[in-house]
C-alpha cells in the first residue's frame, strides 16, 4: 500500500513538473515573440534607397542635419543634399533630376505664366519656418534699419551708413541673386518690392558665402536665415524689433516665409519616409530649434501664396 502511495506521488509530481516546464517554455516563447515584434518593428518600417534634395540655401542646414541623423538610422537610405537656391530646386524636381526641391517660396511664386502648370504638379511639404534679417559688417555703427532706410539701401539712393546714422563709411551690397528664396523673402516682406541689381553690389549665390562677405568686408551688409547669423556678423532690428524667434512666431517681426520641400506627386518610399521623420517630433523640437528655425506648429500667424497673414 505504502509501495503504491509512493509510486502515485512520484507519478504527480512528474506530471506536474513537466506542465510546469511546458508553461515555462511557452512563456518565454510569448517573451520571445514580443521582444521580436518590438526589435523587428524598424525592420519592417526599414526603408532603402538614394534620393537628392536640392535648393534653398536657407532650409539647407536642416536637411542636411537631419538627412545624416536618417541615415544613421537607416542604413540603406543615401540622401544628398545641395544647395543652388529655391528657383534651382524647383525647377529641378519639376524636371525629375531630384527628388525633393527645397524652397523658400510657394512653387507659384517662382513657376508661374508659362510654366503654372509644372507648378500644380509639385506636392507641397512644409517643415519650418525660416526668417531672414538684415545683416552687417560688426563695426558700420548702426544696429537697427527702417523699412524706408532699407529701401534707400538697397535701391542705390544711401551709399554711406552716416545718412542712416552709421560711420562715414561706404555702404557695400551684398545680394542673392534673382533666383534666390531667400532673396524673394526678403524683398517682399522688408523691402515690400523688387530691387534691381546695383553696379558696385555683390552677387553671391550661397548664404554662408554671404555671412563670409558680410564679417570681412568693411562697410557690408546682406540678408541671411536667422539659422546662418552667429557672432562673425550683425543683426540688424526691423523697426525696432528684434529678429528671433518669439517675435517671429507672434507676428511681430514680418519677415518671414515657409520652408518648403516639393515633390513631384506624392512621395514614396525612402523619401516620403525622410519626409514624415522632418515633420517628426524628434526634428521639429530639437534640429528645427536649435538651427534657428520655427516649427511651423508654434506659429500664432498664417501667410498664404499672396503674402496675407492672418491670425491662427
Not at 535648393?55 to 544647395?83: C, E, R, W, Y
Not at 518669439?246 to 514680418?254: I, Q
Request: glycine share 8%; net charge negative.
Amino acid at each position: 500500500m505504502k509501495k503504491s502511495l509512493l509510486v502515485l506521488t512520484t507519478l504527480a509530481l512528474s506530471i506536474s513538473l513537466a506542465a510546469c516546464g511546458k508553461n515555462n517554455n511557452a512563456n518565454n516563447a510569448n517573451a520571445g515573440a514580443s521582444s521580436g515584434a518590438s526589435s523587428s518593428a524598424p525592420a519592417s518600417a526599414a526603408v532603402s534607397g538614394a534620393f537628392s534634395a536640392a535648393g534653398s540655401t536657407a532650409l539647407q542646414p536642416l536637411v542636411d542635419q537631419a538627412s545624416k541623423k536618417f541615415m544613421d538610422l537607416n542604413k540603406d537610405v543615401t540622401i544628398t543634399v545641395n544647395g543652388g537656391g529655391s528657383g534651382a530646386g524647383l525647377s529641378q524636381v519639376s524636371e525629375g533630376t531630384v527628388q525633393i526641391g527645397n524652397s523658400d517660396v510657394f512653387a507659384e511664386e517662382k513657376l508661374k505664366d508659362a510654366d503654372a502648370d509644372k507648378a500644380k504638379e509639385l506636392v507641397d511639404h512644409q517643415v519650418a519656418v525660416v526668417s531672414i534679417a538684415a545683416v552687417s559688417n560688426k563695426d558700420v555703427g548702426v544696429d537697427n534699419l527702417t523699412k524706408a532706410q532699407l529701401v534707400d539701401i538697397f535701391t542705390g539712393k544711401v551709399t554711406n551708413w552716416k545718412d542712416v546714422g552709421g560711420k562715414d563709411q561706404k555702404i557695400v551690397l551684398v545680394n542673392r541673386p534673382a533666383s534666390s528664396g531667400t532673396r524673394a523673402t526678403f524683398e517682399n516682406f522688408a523691402l515690400g518690392a523688387k530691387s534691381e541689381d546695383l553696379p558696385d553690389s555683390i552677387t553671391e549665390d550661397a548664404s554662408g558665402t554671404v555671412r563670409k562677405l558680410v564679417s570681412e568686408t568693411p562697410g557690408a551688409i546682406g540678408y541671411l536665415a536667422l539659422s546662418y547669423l552667429d557672432d562673425t556678423i550683425q543683426a540688424l532690428k526691423y523697426e525696432g524689433v528684434e529678429p528671433t524667434a518669439e517675435n517671429v512666431a507672434s507676428g511681430t517681426y514680418p519677415v518671414w516665409a515657409y520652408e518648403h520641400m516639393y515633390t513631384k506627386g506624392q512621395p514614396e518610399g525612402a523619401v516620403k519616409a525622410f519626409l514624415d521623420y522632418m515633420l517628426s517630433d524628434e526634428i521639429q523640437n530639437t534640429d528645427v530649434k536649435d538651427l534657428g528655425y520655427i516649427p511651423v506648429s508654434d506659429m500664432k500667424v498664417t501667410r498664404d501664396v499672396e503674402g496675407k497673414v492672418s491670425n491662427k
